[in-house]
């Protein structure tokens, strides 16, 4: 069984009954604003929503897939294989108070970008990486990209392609790493992702 499976067994009684049922609506309210999407798949999609959550600017960020050729898929679908969908997360967020370039930037230092298979201890592919940018947004993902390979001295197999429609996974899935905490934080341990990242980025790692 694995560390994300055990993970959501231990949390599998509890209903989302409790959830904010206005936060649908607000993600709706948020689109008719100025405020702008960036979407990028990096692994598990639990860790890629905590890395952008707190972030100044940033209004949501919610767990989904992308890149695949069924419509409205379920995680059970997107784990089992078949749908071509990445795990992912789209961050909507203020361009007055963070650009997205400073997004992109903080994305390389949440994953392995040397990793062509997968994040970590989750493989596959599901779990790939990639940054899906808008037809305004790709001259930064790409200097972004160019920019971080720079700094590390090797190439990435992370791709930047173009923006492709983005499914939101199940209320279970948003906002785990906060809602359970002692589940997301076994996992993230054993799946070693902060020593991973700090032996890539250094002090600069986002874990």
Not at 101 to 121: A, E, H, K, M, S
Not at 126 to 148: E, I, K
């Given at each position: ?11 599998a ?26 979407i ?6 639990w860790s ?10 940033v209004?949501?960020?919610v ?5 695949g050729h ?6 059970e ?10 795990e ?7 361009p ?12 390389w230092?949440t ?9 970590f201890?989750d ?6 990486s ?11 993902a790409?200097a972004?990209?160019?920019a ?5 001295r090797k190439s ?27 589940s997301?934080?076994?996992y993230?341990i054993?799946?070693r992702r ?13 874990s």
């Amino acid at each position: 069984m694995s560390l994300r499976t055990t993970a959501l067994a231990a949390v599998a009684s509890l209903t989302v009954a409790t959830l904010a049922i206005g936060a649908p609506l607000a993600r709706r309210a948020e689109a008719q604003t100025a405020f702008q999407t960036a979407i990028f798949a990096g692994g598990c999609f639990w860790s890629e929503e905590k890395a952008f959550d707190d972030v100044q600017g940033v209004r949501s960020a919610v767990s989904g897939f992308v890149g695949g050729h069924t419509a409205n898929p379920t995680y059970e679908q997107v784990v089992r294989g078949g749908t071509g969908h990445m795990e992912a997360v789209q961050v909507t967020f203020d361009p007055r108070v963070v650009s997205y370039r400073t997004l992109v930037d903080r994305y390389w230092r949440t994953i392995d970008p040397t990793d062509p298979n997968g994040q970590f201890c989750d493989q596959g592919p599901s779990y790939r990486s990639a940054v899906f940018a808008t037809a305004a947004q790709r001259a930064d993902a790409v200097a972004s990209r160019d920019a971080a390979m720079r700094v590390l001295r090797k190439s990435f197999t992370t791709p930047v392609v173009g923006a492709q429609r983005f499914w939101p996974a199940g209320e279970e899935h948003q906002n785990y790493a906060k809602r359970h905490a002692a589940s997301y934080q076994a996992y993230r341990i054993g799946c070693r992702r902060p020593e991973r990242l700090r032996a890539i980025w250094g002090n600069a790692a986002v874990s």
